[in-house]
């Protein structure tokens, strides 16, 4: 099983729809983070989070919201998706040193 | 915030030859530089790391160098395979900030 699991690994989604994308990890870290990844801009971060009550804004927040539900889950929701949020997206935890990301989820607004 | 710009952006090379990626990074407060490996249809994996307190890091074929004066690190892969094509990406920072540079997709080819 995979120490850090996004679900869904793909989702296609209407404009103006509100989407969850799910992150869950078995590692015990209490850090999490949502990236996004598109072409030629390497990995940006959105949100990300030091302790179940800790959230903070990373470079690219606008538009999106986090949830940290348990130690274990961090959930990254588009209220209202627009077509320039179709990206990877992916959930990363650390222990303070090193970064494990999970396999990401392909996110297409049309 | 930091910045970190990394070149080339591709970078094809023959079996067997070596591969130079390189990085500047513009926050002289930044004391983390990973490396991370991303396969086709993964997230990234943390291949090689390096502190500030260190110029020069190996472990079998890979290789990072940092220039804290010249705000610059590279990775360096020797004998290249083709296991080795992937997007590389660098990132720079410290426990709470990580910034991430664009990627460089390696192709080595046999």
């Known amino acids: 099983d995979a120490d850090v699991t996004q679900t869904p690994r793909n989702r296609i989604t209407k404009t103006g729809k509100r989407i969850m994308l799910e992150c869950s990890q078995t590692?015990?870290?209490?850090?999490m983070y949502w990236y996004r990844q598109d072409p030629g801009l390497g990995l940006r971060l959105i949100y990300y989070?030091?302790?179940?009550?800790?959230?903070n804004k990373g470079e690219i927040s606008d538009g999106y919201s986090v949830s940290r539900q348990a130690q274990a889950k961090f959930s990254l929701s588009l209220e209202s998706a627009i077509p320039n949020q179709t990206a990877l997206y992916f959930c990363?935890?650390?222990?303070?040193?090193?970064?494990?990301f999970g396999q990401g989820t392909r996110l297409t607004v049309v | 915030g930091e910045n970190v710009e990394q070149h080339p952006s591709t970078l094809s090379v023959q079996e067997g030859d070596s591969a130079v990626i390189k990085c500047t990074y513009s926050?002289?407060?930044?004391?983390?530089f990973p490396w991370y490996k991303q396969e086709l249809g993964k997230g990234p994996q943390l291949i090689i790391d390096?502190?500030?307190?260190?110029g020069e890091k190996k472990d079998q074929r890979i290789a990072v160098t940092l220039n804290k004066t010249a705000k610059h690190f590279s990775l360096h892969i020797t004998e290249t395979q083709p296991e080795d094509s992937a997007v590389y990406f660098c990132?720079?920072?410290?426990?709470?900030?990580?910034?991430f540079g664009a990627g460089t997709r390696l192709t080595v080819k046999p």
């Open positions: 926050d002289s407060a930044s004391n983390y």
């Open positions: 990363a935890t650390s222990d303070g040193v090193n970064a494990f």
């Open positions: 990132a720079a920072g410290n426990n709470n900030d990580m910034r």
């Open positions: 590692k015990g870290h209490d850090r």
């Open positions: 989070s030091f302790d179940v009550k800790d959230i």
């Open positions: 390096i502190r500030s307190n260190v």
